[in-house]
């Protein structure tokens, strides 16, 4: 595909549950992020990552979130344990260097 | 403490008016970047700029930076109903060859009315 995607799309989970949310960025693109959106707000960052490396993570709100990249490819955000505070748009983009972010169309997590 | 400000950060406004969106940033850089969210949508890129005295124009939409003055603004000339959305700048606080953690202004939710 021409553009960032992300599966599921949308996730219903209950409280205490793991969930792994998938990034598949754009062919070639080095950098790749993660962020969560409230609704009304901006994105929030979460981590980054070039390549397979990632350079930062001081986004992740606590342990129970994780993120790997380890073909420098797709990505996942794991978020053991879910709380429903946990629920929100996860949005992930990606981006060749020195250039503009280019992001998915996000999965809505809803925690019960 | 690291700051990125819209301002307004709502306007409604007729078509074919014209107006200008701010966008303060506190720390030193020379890389922003503006983006519009349609409602339930993704964020889509529309300008980057990456000096001082950068000037972008797309269509009905013209941005600018002034890393002096640490102020970027997006001018809506003629606006149509079509430009109604969320508009967001991001600044990159570090410049040089970093391209992460960007820091979000809160957005400016643009209404044109018929």
């Known amino acids: 595909g021409a553009g960032v995607s992300q599966s599921p799309r949308y996730k219903v989970t209950k409280r205490g549950q793991d969930v792994a949310l998938r990034c598949d960025p754009i062919?070639?693109?080095?950098?790749l992020y993660w962020y969560r959106q409230a609704l009304g707000q901006g994105p929030e960052f979460l981590t980054y990552f070039n390549y397979e490396a990632q350079q930062d993570k001081s986004g992740l709100p606590n342990d129970r979130f994780s993120a790997e990249r380890p073909e420098g490819s797709i990505s996942t955000l794991t978020i053991q344990r879910t709380e429903q505070r946990d629920s929100a748009m996860y949005r992930c983009?990606?981006?060749?260097?020195?250039?503009?972010?280019?992001f998915g169309p996000g999965t809505r997590l809803l925690v019960l | 403490e690291l700051k990125v400000e819209q301002n307004p950060l709502f306007l409604s406004m007729q078509e074919g008016k014209n107006y200008t969106i701010y966008c303060n940033y506190s720390?030193?850089?020379?890389?922003l970047y503006w983006y519009r969210q349609d409602p339930g949508k993704s964020l889509e890129s529309l300008f980057v700029?990456?000096?001082n005295g950068a000037v972008k124009q797309e269509g009905r939409l013209m941005a600018s930076l002034d890393t002096k003055a640490r102020l970027s603004t997006l001018h809506i000339t003629a606006a149509v109903h079509d430009l109604s959305a969320t508009y967001f700048c991001a600044v990159d606080p570090k410049g040089g060859d970093s391209n992460y953690q960007l820091i979000w202004g809160a957005g400016t939710k643009l209404i044109i009315k018929p």
């Open positions: 700029l990456l000096s």
């Open positions: 720390t030193t850089s020379d890389r």
């Open positions: 983009a990606s981006s060749p260097s020195f250039s503009a972010q280019y």
């Open positions: 062919s070639g693109h080095v950098s």
